[in-house]
């Protein structure tokens, strides 16, 4: 587990490819436990040790997860995120390279909870849900391309249904369009960094998670 930030009230991690935020069907340890665990040894603390789930990542995407140390600021960055003052960047590296190398996608997304998957469309339907993210190309290598991509909404699945629906699928994503799979089983979606106002010090954070240690990642060439 890499620690990216630590202090009294916050504490985010590095989230692997495979890990899960919280508890599923699987059984498999979400790192909500393993942060307590960690919590409960390090400050030597009795009893049940606190720690609230802000966000999730999809298991298959890696990155920067954040979780509360204290129901207050629980309480304080989820209602940042309710009202959109929390910047997440994420990067994506898709197999082809979008028509035009910056814009802004907005779909709207019908999730089907039997397939775990959301489909667009481009005028409303039904029960369906807005959704846009802004995208431009930051670095490329010989076969695939870097994308950053902004967030103005946060939908199910939703940079992966609207990169495919660009006809961008995201490198290992099969349920979306990509012809093969990743040999880890993710897919190269990562949460590359999260920007706010600390919700009790006030003080501007950013925290920045490292790529993965895959050569795909590393191949890739930044070119901002």
């Known amino acids: 587990m890499q620690i990216l930030y630590e202090d ?10 495979g890990e899960i935020v919280q508890g599923d069907k ?3 340890t979400p790192l909500v436990d393993t942060l307590k665990a960690y919590l ?17 990542l999809d298991r298959p995407v890696s990155g920067v997860v954040v979780f509360a140390k204290t129901s207050k600021a629980l309480e304080r960055f989820n209602g940042m995120l309710r009202d959109h003052t929390i910047k997440k960047t994420y990067h994506a590296i898709v197999k082809n390279p979008p028509a ?6 907005s779909h709207y997304l019908v999730r089907n909870e039997k ?24 670095g490329h290598s010989d076969n695939y391309t870097l994308l950053e991509v902004d967030l103005q ?12 629906a660009m006809g961008c699928p995201i490198k290992g994503d099969l349920k ?22 600390h919700p009790v010090t006030k003080l501007p954070i950013k925290i920045i998670a490292p790529y993965p240690e895959t050569d795909i990642w590393k191949q890739l060439t930044i070119s901002n």
């Open 115 to 138: 397939m775990n998957k959301s489909f667009a469309y481009d005028a409303p339907k039904g029960d369906a849900k807005k959704a846009v993210l802004s995208y431009k190309v930051i």
């Open 26 to 28: 699987t059984g498999d």
């Open 8 to 17: 009294n009230h916050l504490i985010a991690v590095n989230k692997a490819v």
């Open 100 to 105: 035009q190398p910056e814009g802004t996608l």
């Open 40 to 56: 409960k040894e390090k400050y030597n603390k009795p009893g049940n040790v606190f720690c609230g789930v802000t966000h999730r």
């Open 176 to 197: 979306y369009g990509f012809p093969r799979s990743n040999k880890d089983a993710g897919i190269s979606l990562h949460a590359h960094s999260v920007e706010f106002i």
């Open 153 to 164: 909404t946060g939908r199910h699945h939703q940079i992966r249904c609207q990169l495919a």
